[in-house]
T-cell receptor, first 108, second 114 residues
């Protein structure tokens, strides 16, 4: 069962903040976050484990609510380079199921 | 800085052909994966391997097989290619402990089956 991401798309001006949500109907052992730019491979941002959270890159952080089976990705003071599609992946360490993605566009 | 490479960026094959997609990683990672990516469906796991000669089915293994004879190489095989296997194929490898975790994707192979 794919995790559900929201919003499906968002447009930001440089410097604005954004939140991308990921929820699952199944129990989560870990949540993975990735960014994919057009025509490129996905890039791993971070993993959040049960009982903790891990900050990955720059001004991008995430939270993990195990009870609600939800995770949120926070992008603060967005930069043009943040544009891309953000995916969450849920499940165990190996068999990760991905959401369809959230398209984020940062404009000047 | 090469980490995960895939044998081809673009591939065009005919229906019924046997197709080999190769993936090589230079990071000594135990785990390797094959995904396909389709618009509106996202990334879907085909097979993964957590050790040499070990393999596990992902969510959509039908029509595919894999081979991992060496730690650094993971091959995806389309036994008899069909048009519904036209897709972007992505290989990934990862390693992780409770303290650190790293994962890298290859550049992808865009396969067209005609």
């Amino acid at each position: 069962q794919q995790p559900v991401q929201s919003p499906q798309a968002v447009i930001l001006r440089e410097g604005e903040d954004a939140v991308i949500n990921c929820s699952s109907s199944k129990a989560l052992y870990s949540v993975h976050w990735y960014r994919q730019k057009h025509g490129e491979a996905p890039v791993f941002l971070m993993i959040l484990l049960k009982g903790g959270e891990q900050k990955g890159h720059e001004k991008i952080s995430a939270s993990f609510n195990e009870k609600k089976q939800q995770s949120s990705l926070y992008l603060t003071a967005s930069q043009l380079s943040y544009s891309g599609t953000y995916f969450c992946g849920s499940g165990g360490y190996q068999k990760v199921t991905f959401g369809i993605g959230t398209k984020l566009q940062v404009i000047p | 800085d090469v980490k995960v490479t895939q044998s081809s960026r673009y591939l065009v094959k005919r229906t019924g052909e046997k197709v080999f997609l190769e993936c090589v990683q230079d990071m000594d990672h135990e785990n390797m994966f094959w995904y396909r990516q389709d618009p509106g469906l996202g990334l879907r796991l085909i097979y993964f391997s957590y050790d040499v000669k070990m393999k596990e089915k992902g969510d959509i293994p039908e029509g595919y097989s894999v081979s991992r004879e060496k730690k650094e190489r993971f091959s995806l095989i389309l036994e008899s290619a069909s048009t519904n296997q036209t897709s972007m194929y992505l290989c990934a490898s990862w390693t992780g402990t409770s303290l650190s975790y790293e994962q890298y994707f290859g550049p992808g192979t865009r396969l067209t089956v005609t």
